[in-house]
């Protein structure tokens, strides 16, 4: 695996699914800032809720 310095991830479909947390998403996303990597998230939902 490349390593890179930060990451980017997009929200709904890779973080959560409508209002329900993917399973292991979270954890990954505290594994890499733990060891440093920035984390950007990025959107294309435009829906307010």
């Known amino acids: 695996m490349i390593d890179y310095n930060c ?3 997009d929200l709904d ?3 959560y699914l409508g209002s329900n ?3 292991g998403a979270v954890e990954a ?3 890499l800032t733990s ?3 920035k984390i950007f ?3 294309n ?3 307010k809720k």
């Open 35 to 37: 060891i440093g990597k």
């Open 41 to 43: 998230y990025l959107s």
């Open 21 to 23: 947390e993917i399973k």
């Open 29 to 31: 996303v505290k594994n």
């Open 45 to 47: 939902n435009s829906s």
């Open 7 to 9: 990451y980017c991830f």
């Open 13 to 15: 479909g890779t973080i």
